[in-house]
């Protein structure tokens, strides 16, 4: 009898430690939306892009006004924390954008709204970009969603509009740190970019 107590309180200690894991505080994480241009095999170009930016709705804040892009929460999906972000999606999806025409060859002006009589414009427009994580003590589900929509403008002209979606899941080791964050949604935007420049490429360096 006595033998066994050992092992019953090591099985209390284990609990109580995992109970107090289990109620720990899951606090506010904020995240880097940065962007580096992918090497990719569109070649150099030349040229003169006019980029605008349509924001349909405010990007969301909380009450001390940052930044919103996400949500941790628990293993069944329930909030417990908000994900934040150092500028929202509209400035970040806008610089990525402006990075990869340069990046191309391409000369670029950031205006908004697009002047009417545009030689070559690009706007992007519906822009929806979040990251939820469900975590539990040994693991972290993350799913990741960028979407928004292009207006390709020749010569004052809409000439061709499309939609650009990203989307991915991630199963982490552990609660995702915000560096392991911010390289997801930094992948998310290189492929988003990928697919604008792919049909940038086709559509005006033909012209």
């Known amino acids: 009898m006595n033998g066994k107590l050992p092992i019953v ?37 030349s040229g003169e892009f006019i980029v605008s930016r349509v924001d349909s709705r405010p990007f969301a804040r909380n009450a001390r006004g940052e930044w ?20 929202n999606q509209g400035e970040w999806i806008s610089e990525a954008l402006l990075l990869e025409l340069k990046h191309s060859g391409y ?30 003590l040994f693991t972290s589900s993350a799913k990741q969603e960028l979407k928004f929509n292009v207006d390709l403008y020749l010569n004052g002209t809409k000439i061709k509009t499309f939609a650009v979606v990203s989307r991915a899941s991630h199963t982490l080791p552990l609660k995702a ?12 935007m290189q492929d988003a970019m990928q697919q604008v420049m792919a049909e940038v490429s ?4 033909r012209k």
Not at 14 to 30: F, K, M, N, S, W
Not at 110 to 134: C, F, M, Y
Not at 180 to 186: K, Q, Y
């Open 177 to 188: 740190s915000a560096e392991e964050n911010a390289r997801i949604m930094l992948q998310s």
């Open 107 to 136: 000369t670029v002006t950031r205006k908004s709204p697009l002047p009417p009589d545009t030689a070559r414009g690009i706007e992007i427009r519906d822009l929806n970009a979040s990251l939820n994580v469900n975590q539990d």
């Open 202 to 205: 086709a559509l005006f360096d």
């Open 68 to 87: 919103i892009i996400g949500s941790l929460n628990n293993v069944h999906g329930v909030h417990q924390a908000d994900l934040l972000a150092d500028r």
């Open 9 to 45: 309180g090591s099985l209390l200690c284990a609990l109580l430690l995992l109970a107090g894991i289990c109620g720990c505080t899951t606090v506010d994480q904020t995240v880097s939306l940065n962007y580096a241009p992918l090497e990719r095999a569109f070649g150099q170009q």
